[in-house]
């Protein structure tokens, strides 16, 4: 075992992805939490914003003015900042600290540019700000141009069984949202294969409520959430984009999604029950043995058994993906189901993940907890 | 106020649904309790079996054996018994009483039969064995042949805001799944309208617990379900052949449905996410539109406001179903969502408002109670 | 039945309690709503800020800025406003009416100045502000002296089962808190017998989420709370020394009083685990003696059955308390176990129960709704 | 770090104790799981019993029958059976395996006992079954004389921080009850320093569900738990005799205590609120004090900073116990607050604490995981 020690940062710390990467690395052996950065939190111990955390010895919070950049001595920095303000403060940290990734030659060809430098800070960014390829795009659905489009060019989308060797040398990474996750590890395979149709896909998420963060907002009290269920964003949600652009890499060609998630009484875990259309001469079982093939490797993807239905508590806690195909009753169709815990491998968990790749760590390193159930 | 009061029955009233039937007959002006009988239970005071209703002066729980139908002086039994139970006790109970629906000749023609006599016990079912029309269907979803044929031809489908003429005259009512009820008040006036193309109607379900019953399943634990959430019946849940039924009857055509539920932990709420395909020329405004004017004038079935969301807590506890239209972001599909309180409106709730039409009282007495929220 | 109906408003009604005030009574045969005041949500519609109302007519919320007090015609208003705001807005709009509690000679003699005269608006006030006699002890608990000490020394302390006359004729009323009326129903009986000694009552108690309001705080956000408890306030929650104050009167001396508060994961629901010392010659059974003589006749006041232990899901949505006592193991100790849901017994149902003694109306009209489990 | 690996066998590995014992296990870097029995669930691999452990290679479950003791290859075992019968299995297996505690002789002078030979196997029963010293007390509490007297003399009381040196050598451990873990920690020390008076000492505990195990009773089922809650085993649970001889012992004289549970809709997690009387000279600051002195050096137990309330979620799924002291209102009294996880260290995660003193690995090995929040 590797008896180095990485230092790394978090921006971010106060919220419920912040706390998750904290408790994740808390069990990392070759991780020490150096920097906690947390905004309407700053100047208080974490044991005060986090009691569950309080018996862990870490750096008390400060705000991203006190972060003093040029020569700070950090591997890697997560970045669990909101959309928007995540793309300023990477430019700016980068700018800070002489980032290799900012020399605009280089971004100019994208082969060249994702090897980073030693002195290089990596950065996994978990908010949408690097996710989408095309600036366009990202415009359309956040409603202002994006700040760092070159950084944006750079940066590696963190999905690690998809992407493994680019996250490597990568020193800039996009965390994969929630929802994207649990529908790519379900629906890349089968669009690579052409197994499936890819121009009427509908995916009825459901997620735990973590999902929203931990902002003030009156529709996530108590109150407002529990013994009740709704749909959101129906029509309209901010991950699709996401999860057309990778599937449209893997089918070849644009794909037609239509994505609705709903909010769920429980405060983590994400099931994706997703409704597609088999290719000519493809089965339900065949599109599951695809999926067993191609994940038959992977540390934090299973294919459950025939017939076994995925819950959301099969995977709470844990790095886990767990999916399954059924046969529709309509005949040519299928329905596969697929389960995370939203802020683990849909957040924290992953980061993690592609972490270790990014500093030459096993990839499984701290990740390997049994899920917590009841 | 009519100041007659009638005499009713409940067979099965040891469970959620019997409660929930208890619960809003005790607030009924123009009903008398005066049968409960309770498999398990019997010969113990409903107060033991469930405290909440400890307060009503209610008969003891008796067994099915204990009743002496001959003469027995009801107006109309509640049947809230298990599927195949039901249909056998029915029977039975109408031999012992000499029900004028046995009466085979009439039997045969249908437009005659349901216009129960003075003296016949109007009984409604809400169990699934009178719901299929054709013996067949039954025998192929439920393992067994029907017993009881020449009932069931005889049996109106209890939604009354299809029904409400033939509920009027009826003695034997079929009282709709709950999955169904959401679904159909939904659809079917859409597909009368042929507004939505009949051929791939994806329904996404999600139901409160309540709806497996209190039947004792290490899969119905608090644990095995809080904090965490499934499908389950994936391609074979029996709810599809009755709506597949009354679907096929308004579009005039068989239909092709994929029909998924899923458990959520809360104790009362159905919310249906249903997929479909416009027709020709139709856009989403439509379907709503459709909806709003076929149902404004139905007291239990609420369009909402363009683009709110419905949620199960808009319906809790009451006899509602609330539904609204929107967009999908693959052209020419849209995404209608319908919500409904699976022990009301699924259920109790629905079946007194049959009750009401074939007591002949106004079909909302009793059943006007505001949702309960929070 | 009475033909008249009475014209009443809600201050505050964009809260929980303003909204089970406005579901009880929109079932209640006798009451027109006339009047919604809500501050933040002033000039929307009821029905987008509670959609589960939507199905009832009633006006819209407005500012209290708007309502044109002089020459207002309404019988009745509640003010389910915070503390120290509702002594101003209560101060005030009695002034604007020329309300005849303001007469300050009359104030002087305590038992003319509650026979409101005809042209009164009768109020109902659900905060703290008017339950406590000595001006001094709300200032110690508060942090402000009290605005309005002669409107005070009018109010009436709103328990009917303890002060059914004096309402009747009462022009201000003050609704006990929540926490009061479960411990002062269990206990007062037994302090004015005394069957137990007055100075080491320990009352621990439990309370759904709907006790502290839609306010916005973090500590009330669904992931803070699910699958957790805590308890507050200990040793200092503002419900003591209105409990101290009414069981003094009850003991005709200073108690004793621990009082510790619980936050439970649901929405509704109070449950007091009440720990007490028999007085000499007193057993467990004899305190359960005493409570069910007292409550014979109470319709919303029950003792269970000997060994049948109350739980909140036996009056949730109800107007009901359940009360039990059991022997402890520690000799010359008893167990009191009292339950109620905080929005109805510990609030809006309290005060419609209180608004039908004010008004002369039956005192259980529009109360009688059983409890909705699960 | 030490390379040897012990084989460790689960008896009762269907249930959510076996479940968390597996769990934890799992991340244990010197254990080997060798044998899992498993009554109902025999023959069925565990993924099937418990699919969130799927992706662990464990092998399938036996029943107990099928175990061949003789010469068997284990060097300890966690006997997660129901009390009555842990007995008679520990007896059977000790005979079986020719254990060494089974010598009559040395079972008369027990400090010659417990030292457990090199082939012994190590027994940690989580059952009530060896808790209690007196066969008397064991009688009344559960109904029938112990079949294992002279076995239940040589076991040690598992509660690390007290009997730590005396686990090291133990060859049978009796693995404390949740409700007593929780209280005997808050307590112990302070009865042991005469800080509180020993005679009226009440405990209102509050448990999660997950402490009522796996079992089928109506009373388990979600909608009876879900929105309520409620006490139980009022003045007469069977963790009282086992909390008032460890009490007793500390105190050096009898106790008087009451002990009331509750249950609450949630999965993990227990909150014992302790109403105590001080010694003279003594303030609730001087109990916190003692507190954090005693447990300064401890890993697993936690005194919280002043003021700060001790809550449920702070600790769920670790083996973390963290409790604070709190002045009462009534002069001279304290409140004590103390939370764990009920299945962690109230019960999985402290037999394995045990099993790591009596394997002479460090103690904290595999148990360092940061708690689950939310």
Known sequence: MSTQTYRIGILGASGYTGADLIRILSGH??????????????????AEVFPHLGHLPLPDLISL?????????????????????SQEVVMGLMHATGHSLLDELLIERREDLVAATQKDIRIIDLSADFRLDDPAVYEEWYGRPHQAVA?????????????RDALRSASLVACPGCYPTAALLALLPLLEAAAIGPDEIIIDAKSGVTGAGRSLKESMLFCEISE??????????????EMEQEMAKAAGRPVGLSFTPHLVPMNRG???????RLARGRSADDLRTILAERYADEPFV??????????????????QCLINVF????????????????????????????MNLM?????????MQAPLFP
């Not at 052996?29 to 974490?46: D, H, K, N």
């Not at 950084?151 to 992407?163: C, K, S, T, V």
């Not at 994400?270 to 597609?276: F, G, S």
């Open 29 to 46: 052996p070759a991780i020490e939490i150096s920097l906690l950065v947390g905004g309407r939190s700053a100047g208080r111990p974490l």
């Open 65 to 85: 003015d006190e972060v003093e950049w040029p020569g700070i001595d950090l591997d890697l920095i997560f970045c669990a900042l909101p959309h928007a303000a």
């Open 151 to 163: 950084l944006q060019r750079g940066a590696i989308y963190g999905l690690p069984e998809f992407h």
């Open 228 to 241: 009740a269920m709704h749909p959101y964003g129906l029509g309209r949600h901010r991950h699709m984009p």
């Open 270 to 276: 994400e099931l994706e029950t997703i409704y597609v």
């Open 302 to 319: 299973r294919v459950a058994e025939p017939g076994v239905v995925p819950a959301t508590r099969h995977v709470r806690g844990s790095n």
């Open 327 to 354: 046969e529709d009753r309509i005949a040519g169709r299928a329905i596969i189901v697929s389960v995370i815990d939203n802020l683990v491998k849909g957040s924290s968990g992953q980061a993690v993940q592609a």
């Open 359 to 367: 500093l030459g760590l096993p990839e499984t390193t701290g990740l």
